[in-house]
């Protein structure tokens, strides 16, 4: 159904895939061994869920501004976790503190960690956010230019493509593809904050796959 204006149709896109890529952040910390966590294992995991419950509440009871401080605070906390273990883990590679299996099972928590908590932040990010895209009759504009957002009017309407708006899966793709390609592929990037988030999760993901995930190989 087109929408035709602001007041007369409110369709907000879906929060629920945004919760559970960040509590699948928890999870995957739990994959990681003892010397890439600091702290209790536990900690992490409860921060993050402690986090989630006032962003869950306060998006449901329309707390605008509150949500997107709880949305902010739990995006940069599995953001310092995710950083803290590469960290780890690059310094215990020269020692060999971890065998190879580890290695490999880490290399992989940490790289999918990475696709997540970026697509996090490029969906929290891009266009003032959803609560601001969600005010939106069309995605136009923003820090990323989507194929759909270049399509004429008429194949935007054979395609069932109008009034088209981003969701998390959008970006989720986006930080896929940059973790895989080392780039966009298909959705240029416009904004200045946006490559430079692109080239941190490109050199993280260089760093996991190409670095620890081959040395693993390699001494098997």
């Given at each position: 159904?087109?929408?035709?204006?602001n007041?007369?149709?409110?369709d907000p896109?879906?929060?629920?895939?945004?919760v559970?890529?960040?509590?699948?952040?928890?999870?995957?910390y739990?994959?990681?061994?003892?010397?890439?966590?600091?702290?209790?294992?536990?900690?992490f995991?409860?921060?993050?869920?402690?986090?989630?419950?006032?962003t869950?509440?306060?998006?449901?009871?329309?707390?605008?501004?509150?949500?997107?401080?709880f949305?902010?605070?739990?995006?940069?906390?599995?953001?310092?976790?995710?950083?803290?273990?590469?960290?780890?883990l690059v310094?215990?590679?020269?020692?060999?503190?971890?065998?190879?299996?580890e290695?490999?099972?880490?290399?992989?928590?940490?790289?999918?960690?990475?696709?997540l908590?970026?697509?996090?932040?490029?969906?929290?990010?891009?266009?003032?956010?959803?609560?601001?895209?969600d005010?939106?009759?069309?995605?136009?504009?923003g820090?990323?230019?989507?194929?759909?957002?270049?399509?004429?009017?008429?194949?935007?309407?054979?395609a069932?493509?109008?009034?088209?708006?981003?969701?998390?899966f959008?970006y989720?793709?986006?930080?896929?593809?940059?973790?895989?390609?080392?780039?966009?592929?298909?959705?240029?990037?416009?904004?200045r904050?946006?490559?430079?988030?692109?080239m941190?999760?490109?050199?993280?993901?260089l760093?996991?796959?190409?670095?620890?995930?081959?040395?693993?190989?390699?001494i098997?």
């Amino acid at each position: 159904m087109p929408r035709t204006s602001n007041q007369d149709f409110y369709d907000p896109e879906p929060r629920w895939p945004a919760v559970v890529a960040a509590l699948a952040v928890a999870g995957l910390y739990f994959a990681l061994p003892p010397s890439l966590i600091i702290g209790p294992r536990w900690v992490f995991p409860a921060l993050v869920v402690v986090l989630l419950i006032p962003t869950v509440v306060t998006h449901a009871k329309s707390m605008h501004r509150l949500n997107r401080i709880f949305g902010f605070s739990t995006t940069v906390v599995i953001t310092l976790g995710m950083i803290a273990s590469v960290v780890l883990l690059v310094q215990a590679l020269p020692a060999h503190k971890e065998s190879p299996t580890e290695l490999l099972t880490s290399a992989a928590a940490l790289w999918a960690t990475n696709v997540l908590v970026f697509a996090l932040w490029y969906w929290r990010l891009d266009a003032g956010g959803p609560h601001s895209r969600d005010k939106r009759l069309e995605h136009t504009d923003g820090s990323f230019l989507f194929p759909q957002m270049t399509m004429p009017a008429d194949a935007k309407e054979a395609a069932d493509e109008v009034n088209w708006q981003p969701n998390f899966f959008d970006y989720l793709f986006l930080a896929f593809n940059t973790s895989t390609a080392f780039s966009p592929t298909d959705v240029p990037v416009l904004a200045r904050w946006a490559k430079m988030l692109m080239m941190l999760q490109s050199v993280i993901s260089l760093t996991v796959l190409a670095l620890l995930a081959a040395r693993a190989v390699n001494i098997l």
